[in-house]
């Protein structure tokens, strides 16, 4: 286990500092209201703020009728084309889906049959890390964080680029395809390094097959016997398609796309993505979501009952139980209001392997947690609320009904969002030009300055 670094600075000298910066580093909640802020990017009905224009991917929740926000079933397309479209083709002719999102995203249009299959033979010549890549960049420096992890690899790729500062499209492509095709075996070395390291368990490395897909590749690399169903692989490959974009204001893209703006280079865009993703508010709902489905089967008696989990619900909600901040996770969305088409999706491709494998009771308490939050918000609150399960609330038990740990939940969604944030790199570096630069007011008064010996 490596050695944790000691901080030359006591705690007590830490609380005075904090206490100095919270002096000057408020805003008082009505000066944004004053100057017209919208805080979030959000504007006061909760929809966004209009920030950019892409060809990429559409995210549909609601229509603006009169001024008035109406909900609607959610719609999600990728360069035009529906995803309920995409994953019943797939799922239809028995294949995996989502090397072909990836080109897609990419190149905006969908890939003839020769075009795929030079899309997966380049993705599998590119899976490769650098030679003594894994043992000098992973192994030496082990990290408990998963995310932490590959956003470091990603930075540190840079030094293994013959030409990593050259923002010319052929080359940012060039980039883009062999991160997308790195992600898997950057994020099972990471966690088998971290398995050995901090847990103490055996650490195990497979060599990687060019003939499998995406998510083949990753439930071969996670697992010690390196064996999978097609069942299971096709169950992963849906979850990747999903994942791979959700529109250029999310967190993560426009952080990327902020990045990019600047002129930088493709591997300090990308670790924005993964810096933003890591975020709790962002793709770790997933986790919380399993949390809280653990504890409420473990604190209701009989989670298949309706009544039983609506009581526990209105607990949770109260703050008197979960983590107390009166939050039930999975529930809601930023623009989804009726219905999340990435829940039920998933929820519909899930429900068979659930039961297959023993987790119908998981499966059947997600579904009451689904029926139940909006009756018991509208209890709690006493407001009327749309609200629709998200697809968080289904992930994480698709993660658990396939056998990949908690540690990659979120590092998962990455792997898949990676296809996202390239497609809008190259976006921003072929249509915008300007650097992304909003304004922001200052609320400081103006002061006299003082020698140093009368302050």
């Known amino acids: 286990m490596p050695t944790n670094y000691i901080s030359p600075i006591s705690m007590d000298a830490l609380s005075n500092l904090c206490g100095e910066l919270d002096k000057n580093n408020s805003i008082k909640p009505a000066d944004y209201k004053k100057y017209q802020v919208k805080r979030g990017l959000r504007n ?25 926000k109406v909900p609607k079933d959610g719609k999600l397309s ?49 899976r490769e890390l650098p030679d003594e890549f894994i043992e000098d960049m992973i192994m030496k420096n082990p990290s408990k964080d998963i995310m932490n992890k590959m956003a470091r690899c990603v930075m540190i790729l840079y030094s293994f680029d013959e030409n990593p500062d050259d923002i010319s499209i052929p080359n940012v492509l060039r980039q883009s395809l062999q991160l997308i095709a790195q992600m898997p075996t950057i994020m099972n070395s990471a966690y088998q390094v971290k398995r050995r390291s901090f847990y103490n368990k055996t650490m195990f490395l497979h060599p990687i097959k060019k003939e499998h897909s995406t998510a083949e590749c ?97 607990k949770i909600m109260n703050g ?47 579904e009451n947690i689904e029926l139940l939050t909006p009756e018991v918000f509208a209890e709690v609150k006493g407001v009327e609320k749309t609200m629709c399960a998200n697809v968080d609330l289904y992930s994480g038990l698709v993660y658990k009904v396939l056998g990949i740990p908690e540690d990659l939940y979120t590092p998962l969604f990455a792997t898949a969002r990676i296809a996202g944030w390239c497609a809008h790199r190259l976006e921003e570096l072929t249509s915008n030009g300007k650097i992304i630069r909003p304004a922001y007011k200052s609320v400081s008064r103006a002061r006299e300055f003082k020698d140093l010996s009368n302050r």
């Open 44 to 68: 006061s009905d909760g929809t966004g703020v209009m920030a950019g224009l892409t060809r990429i991917c559409s995210v549909e929740g609601y229509y603006i009728i009169d001024g008035e």
């Open 78 to 126: 990728y360069r035009g084309y529906d995803i309920n479209d995409i994953v019943k083709s797939v799922v239809k002719d028995d294949r995996f889906g989502f090397e072909e999102v990836v080109w897609l995203l990419l190149f905006g249009e969908l890939p003839t049959e020769q075009q795929l299959v030079s899309l997966m033979e380049v993705l599998a010549e590119c």
């Open 218 to 314: 990753i439930l071969y690399q996670l697992r010690a016997d390196k064996q999978f169903t097609r069942e299971e692989a096709k169950l992963l490959d849906i979850c990747l398609m999903l994942h791979a974009d959700h529109g250029g204001g999310n967190n993560s893209t426009f952080s990327t796309r902020v990045l990019t703006s600047s002129g930088t280079d493709t591997y300090s865009a990308i670790t924005a993505g993964f810096g933003s993703l890591k975020g709790p508010k962002h793709g770790g709902a997933n986790i919380r979501v399993a949390n809280q489905m653990n504890e409420i089967i473990a604190n209701v008696p009989d989670p298949t009952d309706k009544s039983q989990i609506k009581d526990y619900l209105v």
């Open 320 to 366: 008197e139980a979960g983590d107390g901040l009166g939050l039930i996770y999975g529930m809601g969305h930023a623009v989804y209001t009726k219905s999340d088409p990435r829940a039920v999706i998933l929820k519909e491709n899930a429900r068979k392997l659930a039961y297959e494998k023993g987790y119908e009771k998981e499966f059947v308490t997600l």
